[in-house]
């Protein structure tokens, strides 16, 4: 079976069963970056568990909702579709949500800094 290497993104066949990476490099470089916070990890636990398992939740939803508004009037599918995106902001923890903007905007000012980096070098 081939699958994607969740590092390079190339197409290999894992060697064992449950394999994300297509070399020892890949594997290794993605392992430090985990540790470093740069790449997204497996959630462990605490508020990434609570984050993923909430992303996962309204992937499903999200999936079973555009069935079952396929075929309906726009404004009826719409508007079923907004008050199930509501709802999800309802249900979820603020803090968390606060968080990942947080982080989202470190990422952001750090790929700023790197941007303007590169420019002065040049
Ligand atoms: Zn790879």
Redesign the pocket.
């Known amino acids: 079976m081939i699958v994607q ?6 197409d ?1 066949e894992p060697k064992r069963r449950g394999g994300k ?3 020892v ?3 290794v470089v993605q392992h430090q970056l985990i540790k470093r916070g740069e790449a997204w990890g497996k959630p462990a636990s605490g508020d990434e568990r609570y984050l993923a398992d909430k992303l996962v939740a309204v992937g499903r939803s999200a999936t079973e909702a555009l069935v079952q508004v396929e075929g309906l009037p726009t404004a009826e599918a719409f508007s079923r579709l907004r008050a199930l995106v509501q709802g999800w902001a309802g249900v979820a923890n603020n803090s968390i949500i606060e968080k990942v903007q947080y982080n989202e905007q470190q990422e952001m000012n750090a790929q700023a800094t790197r941007m303007k980096r590169i420019k002065e070098s040049k």
């Open positions: 290497c969740q590092k390079c993104g190339k290999y990476f297509c070399s490099s890949c594997r």
